[in-house]
């Protein structure tokens, strides 16, 4: 058997994708060009807290909070959130109103591995508002097998 | 019927601005994740939570896979009139819940 | 005749250094300190907190009638607040009747089989975590308070033998990594000193709530040791030294940990 043959034959197995869909900084772009559409949104008013460093990637701490007077005439409509490299780019998106008071959401959520956040938020001039963190997921050092 | 727990006023000032924070019992298996015999588990999340007071919506969220097990949601909301506050899950496999808080605006 | 009072008398001297030192000097943590602020605020906050969802639980099935006998636990035990104050802080214990210990999980089980006629729940089902946690929260904020008994001793000396024995590929021992390696870094986390403090917990590498004993195993897979089984008397035998090394710290449950 050819030698090269052999290596590029399993360098073509080993290089086949393993899952059938992952997040990557191109599908976030993506996913955020279908909210924003042609606009660009603009960096600022928008507060993305989850922390720099968690313990575990199952469980992680976010909030978005949005200077906002939450009134008729000048309110936050929707808060997207989104990562690079989950299996899916989409988190969550939420929508909200006037009756908010406060634009402020909270959640959990899980990060397969070290990455950025984005979120998006769009007030109700039409406008589309951003923040991102990064964030370093450490792994335990004794994990289960199986659940 | 699913554990809920949900923290939220019994009483506000009105026009006071009042967060509303719950948590639900759910496993959010994503879909991604094989199970012990190596297949695939399949995906079984909560897909939507909302909140309407007195019928009226005052938030909304659609959740992903990405949303971590046994959901934890945190809004807030301006203290018009008293009144019942309903928060109810949706998502795959028919899942359902629901939960009616009562706050008394003064 | 002196010789004898020197002795006692420099026992009490011991004695007394040795409570004072107790006292004075605790350097023990619970894995709690060790957690970053976001996730103590999770445990923290009751209506944060993902275990006071199995709380709640657990708290239905006290009141809920199940087995041939059609009884409740509130049937024989009443309201938990009182009657189930202090029980996770000097489990596991001898049952009457028996001289092997249980823990709180096999103490549950016992009441089904004998009092309520009913089947044993599995190691890990749901409800059975969901008792255990909703018996052991009514422990929380008490301090872990093993119980005076000699028939406890040579189970504990077993779990003591354990805790310092090297097992594995890895070749080490639970000592090794958490007594002498405790608060350093492996893979970025902090090496807790394994203190029993808030079980059933809400690990969230798990996202469900768990025993000890799947913990333990957790560690037994990670010095790549053969883990026992879930009802093996090992794991009872290492909660009582663990627990009588952890005496005086106050119990979390349900504990929130990475």
């Not at chain 1, 001039?125 to 963190?133: M, N, T």
Request: proline fraction near 7%.
């Amino acid at each position: 058997m050819d030698r090269r043959l052999f290596l590029a034959g399993t360098a073509a197995v080993v290089f086949v994708p393993l899952s059938p869909a992952t997040a990557t900084p191109d599908a976030m772009a993506e996913a955020i060009r279908k909210i924003v559409g042609t606009a660009t949104p603009t960096e600022g008013r928008v507060k993305l807290d989850v922390p720099p460093l968690v313990e575990n990637g199952s469980t992680v701490p976010l909030t978005v909070s949005v200077d906002s007077p939450m009134t008729e005439a000048d309110h936050v409509k929707a808060i997207h959130v989104f990562n690079e490299k989950n299996p899916q780019p989409n988190i969550f998106s939420a929508r909200l109103g006037p009756r908010s008071g406060k634009a402020i959401v909270g959640t959990r959520i899980k990060l397969g591995d070290s990455q950025r956040i984005v979120a998006i938020v769009e007030t109700s001039d039409g406008k589309f508002w951003s923040a991102g963190a990064d964030v370093i997921v450490t792994l335990a050092a004794c994990l289960e097998e199986s659940p | 019927m699913s554990n809920i727990l949900v923290n939220a006023p019994k009483t506000a000032r009105r026009g006071a601005v009042i967060e509303i924070k719950a948590l639900i019992m759910h496993p959010m298996e994503t879909g991604f994740r094989p199970g012990p015999n190596g297949r695939i588990i399949p995906r079984n999340i909560i897909e939507r939570f909302t909140a309407t007071w007195n019928g009226a919506e005052i938030f909304a969220m659609d959740m992903s896979p990405a949303i971590a097990a046994n959901p934890f949601v945190s809004f807030f909301a301006e203290a018009k009139e008293s009144g019942t506050v309903v928060l109810r899950w949706t998502g795959d496999e028919g899942f359902v819940a629901e939960q009616r808080v009562d706050i008394a605006v003064e | 005749m002196t010789g004898r009072l020197l002795a006692i008398g420099l026992a009490l001297v011991f004695a007394a250094s040795y409570a004072a030192a107790q006292v004075g000097a605790d350097k023990r943590r619970s894995g709690y300190q060790d957690m970053g602020e976001a996730l103590q605020k999770m445990q923290d906050d009751d209506t944060a907190n993902p275990g006071m969802l199995f709380v709640q639980l657990g708290g239905q099935l006290w009141n809920r009638a199940v087995g041939a006998a059609d009884k409740s636990c509130a049937d024989c035990h009443g309201a938990a607040a009182v009657s189930m104050k202090g029980v996770a802080a000097r489990y596991p214990a001898i049952p009457g009747g028996s001289d092997r210990p249980v823990d709180l999980e096999g103490r549950i089980n016992l009441c089904r089989t004998e009092q309520q006629k009913a089947d044993r729940l599995p190691p890990e089902n749901r409800d059975l975590l969901a008792l255990t946690v909703y018996v052991a929260h009514q422990s929380r904020d008490l301090q872990i308070a093993p119980p005076y008994d000699p028939r406890l001793d040579a189970f504990r000396q077993e779990g003591a033998e354990i805790y310092r024995r090297r097992q594995g590929q890895l070749n080490l021992s639970c000592a090794i990594c958490h007594d002498d390696n405790a608060g350093k870094k492996l893979a970025g986390i902090v090496i807790p000193e394994a203190h029993p403090t808030g079980y059933p917990i809400y690990r969230l590498e798990w996202q469900a709530l768990g025993s000890l004993k799947r913990r333990l195993r957790n560690c037994l897979v990670g010095i790549r040791a053969e883990a026992w089984p879930l009802d093996a008397p090992e794991y009872v035998a290492l909660e009582l030294y663990l627990m009588q090394r952890a005496r005086g710290l106050k119990l979390e449950t349900p504990a929130v940990r990475p």
